[in-house]
């Protein structure tokens, strides 16, 4: 079973209220998602593996710990989670990047996919799939399923805010795959939008209403 992981640290918590707020614009929006991505992936990142080197300080030679280069992928979920991105490479800057095309359909609430593209060796590769918002789980099931197909080492989903619902969709569609959000949301409303939630990440990054 996979790890499910609800981040409580003070500053992502900060961060985020003021990332709810309807009057927070979307530069500061951008930049907020930005900085939690970055203190995600902090937090995603803590096992993996390290090898023993050695290094000569001023003062003597001694041995240290570096990451064994273990290859790692960013796949974005488009629109929104194009906005954890910055913040993801900034620890990890040599990651690749995939990217996948998914929008909820409104009436269906359906993901529908219209773009993929995803690194070339990504079997030997750890994949942080990013997406601020974890609603029915429908897009992040839909993305993961088709990483899957190309048989990436393993799997990690990064959110911000996640629903009851999703979460446990995604925990049982994916059990092998960890989950780590900063927040577990109230429900659903009837139009699948968390409560409290944020309103729609992706409008809210770009701009477009
Ligand atoms: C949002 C969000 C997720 C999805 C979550 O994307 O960024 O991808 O909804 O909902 P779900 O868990 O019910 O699938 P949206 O469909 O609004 O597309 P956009 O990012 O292009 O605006
Ligand atoms: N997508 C969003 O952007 N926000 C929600 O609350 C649900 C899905």
Avoid: W
Wanted: glycine content about 8%; charged content about 25%.
């Amino acid at each position: 079973m996979g790890k499910i992981i609800v981040m409580d640290h003070p500053l992502i918590q900060h961060k985020l209220s003021i990332l709810r707020d309807v009057k927070t614009p979307s530069k500061e929006f951008r930049a907020l998602i930005s900085e939690i991505a970055n203190l995600i992936c902090y937090d995603a990142t803590r096992d993996l593996p390290l090898e023993e080197v050695e290094v000569e300080t001023p003062i003597c030679r001694t041995k240290a710990k570096m990451l064994s280069g273990k290859k790692v992928a960013v796949v974005p979920i488009l629109r929104a989670g194009l906005g954890m991105v910055d913040g993801m490479l900034t620890l990890l800057p040599s990651a690749k990047v995939g990217h996948i095309g998914l929008y909820r359909d409104p009436d269906t609430l359906q993901p529908v996919e219209y773009y993929c593209k995803l690194p070339a060796d990504i079997e030997q590769r750890e994949v942080f799939v990013v997406d601020p918002m974890l609603a029915t789980g429908g897009s992040a099931i839909d993305a993961i399923s088709q990483i899957k197909k190309r048989g990436p080492k393993h799997i990690k989903f990064l959110g911000i805010i996640a629903a009851p619902e999703g979460l446990d969709a995604l925990s049982k569609a994916h059990p092998d795959v960890d989950i780590i959000v900063a927040s577990l949301d109230e429900k659903l409303n009837d139009h699948g939008y968390i409560v409290p939630g944020l309103g729609d990440a992706g409008d809210r990054i770009f701009g477009t209403k």
